[in-house]
């Protein structure tokens, strides 16, 4: 009975947990970092980065990308936008710019997520595989820690 | 997140190397545990990105471990509690050695929206580092081999080295 009790209890905090999370999770936007997961929408220029672009650095002022050797200084305001941002709104992008060490224009520059989300889309290919090799290992384990026993 | 291969190889290579063997397969378990509980409706549903967002903090994977350990019988509980909770913050210790362009982890959850991440390598580079973990998978899992042939069974069941019993998981 108080086993059942404890798991009522704890259920119960679990729920509460993602009732909040998700009720004030999305408000929750105070950084470009978060920004992301908002995946809010941007005004004037839309312009999507290629793949393979990392983010050298941001700041309050610019975001600092980079393409191989190629460098690209991005004036603010940036908004960063998740490719995976709540309403799975992909990036159509209008155009993509060249990365010659170009200063982009503001006024806003949306970046895709997961700049390499070809891999992203492997590694999560690789995840179910290395689920296929945990069960059984797991249940060896199982089974030889049984026998021990 | 690292693939659940790192996951796993690290956790594995963890408990191998853990000289007094207390880490059970629970430890396994509970390694892949939080991309386990979050990822899949993620992935397919990203709008549920919040709701299961909780899985993947500390106050919520001790939740999971304290009723995932209730479920079992009592002699075993603590230990299936323990290796479970320390197997998931590993988990989690792992996760947040990435760096994202986009949000991180919110380990202070619910009492702080403040993610955080150390930004020491971008979530693909574990992807990279693939022959290492398979290399170090068949390292731990030939190690194994080579030491129970070399310790054989014999060894009474609390021997240090001996194999685990039931009252040590």
Known sequence: MKTWILLLISLAALAALCTYSALVGPQRVDTVRELVRQGRQVTGQQVALESNVRVVSYDADTLLLQQGQARIQARIPVVLKSRWNEDRTEIKPREFISLRGTVVPGPAIVIEDYHLHKDRSFKIWLSLAALLVLIPVVFLEWRRERSNA | ?169
């Open chain 2, 1 to 169: 997140m690292p693939d659940l291969l790192t996951h796993f190889v690290t956790a594995y290579g963890a408990r191998e190397i853990e000289a007094r063997r207390r880490l059970s397969y629970w430890f396994l378990i509970g390694a892949v545990l939080p991309d386990v509980l979050t990822r899949p409706t993620t992935i397919v549903m990203p709008s549920s990105f919040w709701i299961t967002m909780p899985f993947h903090t500390p106050i919520g994977l001790l939740l999971i471990c304290v009723m995932v350990s209730l479920l079992v019988t009592g002699r075993i509980r603590s230990g299936v509690f323990f290796n479970l909770l320390i197997g998931s913050y590993l988990h989690l210790a792992l996760d947040i050695l990435q760096a994202h362009i986009a949000g991180s982890y919110y380990l202070f959850f619910p009492f702080s929206w403040k993610s955080f991440e150390v930004d020491l390598m971008w979530p693909e580079d574990s992807l990279y580092l693939m022959p290492v973990w398979v290399l170090l998978g068949i390292f731990f899992l030939l190690r194994r081999v080579y030491l129970e042939r070399q310790q054989g069974t014999k060894l009474p069941p609390n021997h240090p080295e001996g194999p685990r019993t039931s009252e040590e998981l």
